[in-house]
């Protein structure tokens, strides 16, 4: 991934307007003029501190120490049109002029540097979250695919939520997780669940051998990790770190190419929707399994992959609990259905930016839980365009999984 962005530089500091600059300009002029033209006992002097004060709230401490030495000349030039530098009030004006402006000057360096600090720490983030949750491909095969993320803490773009797709010889597995808790608090969780998927998924394995990957990952982590000393946080596991504690929903969705269908094992996460000539339908797993990280190690036969059909110009929505949670000032929940069958949306770009839009308009204004959404369009062979991202496939074949299954319904999501 190549990124655009580049450290700030310590030693560079915002240029203001050219207009800005001549506030505090304008104000030594008018308060020098209006001084000299006025009675002697009448002194205006001391005002010239207004200038630098003003000049260190959008102006860096250089220019604001250049604006500040203005000020002290221009009380230097009152005080000689006034009986001269040698009065103790004129000296006591320039005195304490010069002592302002070097607490300001002080004070706007303070704030310059921690400013810098904050810019670098912030770059930092934003390139880790990145790396973390990669954009999905806008293609990948005969899938169109386009999505959306929305952190619930302030200041993050990754939280609780995620989701990942991968391309591989037969076609694509797609994954989407909600980690219990929301925001950064979950992040670690995720990162440890994305970097499993991404280390399995691409060597194509048998869909419920990729879960059950994914089940001793997050459940050897939760055994593994101790409380930290002192956390009192929400999303960090408190007292017994067992792996009842800490656990996520996830739907593993297997899409092959030469198949009309797509295979899912769901981990106690909301079943997809498909939309078929805008009627939307629940793809509900007979028996979900349990969230990943709960009910201990296991084995591919723990799992059985349940088969929907998916045709050439379906469209598949995937998502997480923040959207169906999602309520409105009178406490009414989102309604997902309802908005998807009137909408009747074939464009899975068009769909995310809509559903998006009208989530925030029906919270009013701020989502309060992590949001992610992920449509799907399949479209005949050929009519996408050649994938260069792709490996080329092998002869077809699809592989059977195994019939037992893991059985179980979902603990409350504390998300």
């Not at 925001?183 to 394995?205: F, K, S, T």
Request: net charge negative; glycine share 10%.
């Amino acid at each position: 991934m190549r990124l655009q962005h580049r450290l700030p530089d310590p030693g560079e500091s915002w240029r203001p307007s050219r207009a800005l600059i001549a506030v505090p300009l304008g104000l030594i002029g008018l308060i020098v003029t209006v001084d000299l033209l006025t009675a002697p006992n009448i002194h205006l002097g001391p005002l010239l501190v207004v200038a630098p004060t003003i000049t260190a709230v959008f102006a860096g401490p250089r220019l604001t120490a250049l604006i500040g030495a203005l000020a002290v000349a221009a009380q230097i030039v009152i005080g000689l049109f006034h009986g001269g530098l040698w009065t103790s009030n004129h000296q006591a004006q320039i005195i304490a002029l010069v002592v302002i402006t070097l607490f300001v000057v002080a004070f706007r360096s303070v704030h310059e540097r921690h400013r810098m600090e904050l810019s670098q720490a912030r770059w930092v983030a934003d390139v880790a979250q990145k790396v973390l949750l990669r954009p999905l491909p806008a293609r990948l095969g005969p899938l169109r695919i386009a999505s959306v993320y929305v952190a619930a803490e302030a200041g993050a773009q990754i939280g609780g939520d995620l989701y990942a797709a991968v391309r591989t010889p037969r076609g694509a597995r797609v994954m989407i997780g909600d980690v219990r808790g929301k925001g950064l608090m979950a992040v670690g969780d995720a990162a440890l669940l994305l970097g499993a998927y991404r280390a399995a998924a691409h060597r194509d394995p048998p869909l419920p051998r990729l879960v059950a990957h994914l089940q001793n990952a997050v459940y050897s982590e939760s055994e593994g990790t101790d409380e930290p000393e002192g956390s009192e946080e929400p999303g960090w596991p408190t007292g017994d770190t067992s792996a009842g504690e800490r656990f996520v929903t996830a739907a593993v969705l297997d899409i092959p190419d030469d198949e009309q269908v797509l295979r899912i094992i769901n981990c106690g996460h909301p079943p997809p929707i498909l939309l078929r000539d805008g009627e939307p339908t629940e793809l509900t797993v007979r028996d979900p399994a349990l969230p990943l990280g709960v009910g201990g190690s296991v084995t591919e036969d723990d799992y059985e992959a349940e088969t929907f059909p998916y045709r050439d110009g379906d469209l598949l929505l995937l998502y997480t609990d923040g959207v169906v949670e999602t309520r409105d000032a009178d406490g009414v929940f989102y309604p997902l259905a309802d908005r998807l069958r009137a909408w009747r949306e074939t464009d899975p770009q068009r769909l995310v930016q809509r559903l998006h839009g009208d989530l925030v308009v029906h919270a009013g204004g701020s989502l309060g839980d992590d949001v992610a959404l992920v449509a799907i369009a399949r479209h005949p062979a050929g009519t996408t365009g050649r994938d260069v991202s792709s490996p080329p496939s092998p002869p077809p074949g699809a592989r059977t999984p195994p019939s037992a299954r893991r059985r179980g319904g979902p603990p409350s999501q504390g998300s």
